[in-house]
């Protein structure tokens, strides 16, 4: 495979990946938005203390993004792109927003929806 060739296949791949990632992500938020927890991390503190319980606690579909997240990084550093995927991290940074001040997931997911839109 020719070095042009092995660019195309992972710029394929990272593009189906990117569309992936924003096609759960625009699920996720929905659910989350209509009260649905664990998308954003906010109990992953508590889920540890929980052991087996938390993954009942932890949302499958934040599991999945992360997974992508993780994908679309390796993949965007492959390809020799310095700058992160902006909707992986903008997902990456609502996260890690912690604090008393931050509104709770379904509103967090309702306002990463506007932005989206």
Same mark, same amino acid.
């Given at each position: 495979?020719?070095?042009?060739?092995? &660019?195309?296949? @992972? $710029?394929? &791949?990272? +593009?189906?990946?990117?569309? =992936?990632?924003? #096609?759960?992500? @625009?699920?996720?938020?929905?659910?989350? *938005?209509?009260? #649905?927890?664990?998308?954003?991390?906010?109990?992953? /503190?508590? !889920?540890?203390? /929980?052991?087996?319980?938390?993954?009942?606690? %932890?949302?499958? !579909? *934040? &599991? $999945?993004?992360?997974?992508?997240?993780? =994908?679309? %990084?390796?993949?965007? =550093? =492959?390809?020799?792109?310095? !700058?992160? !995927?902006?909707?992986?991290?903008?997902? @990456?940074?609502?996260?890690?927003?912690?604090?008393?001040?931050?509104?709770? +997931?379904?509103?967090?997911?309702?306002?990463?929806?506007? +932005?989206? #839109?």
């Amino acid at each position: 495979m020719s070095r042009a060739s092995r &660019r195309a296949s @992972l $710029e394929a &791949r990272l +593009e189906a990946r990117v569309a =992936e990632f924003r #096609s759960v992500l @625009l699920r996720a938020l929905k659910a989350c *938005a209509g009260g #649905s927890y664990g998308m954003f991390g906010q109990n992953d /503190l508590a !889920d540890k203390r /929980l052991g087996n319980v938390a993954r009942r606690l %932890t949302s499958a !579909d *934040a &599991r $999945e993004l992360l997974a992508l997240a993780d =994908e679309i %990084t390796q993949l965007r =550093e =492959e390809l020799g792109f310095a !700058d992160p !995927d902006p909707l992986v991290g903008r997902y @990456l940074a609502y996260r890690a927003m912690r604090g008393s001040n931050v509104p709770g +997931e379904p509103k967090l997911a309702a306002q990463f929806l506007a +932005e989206l #839109s």
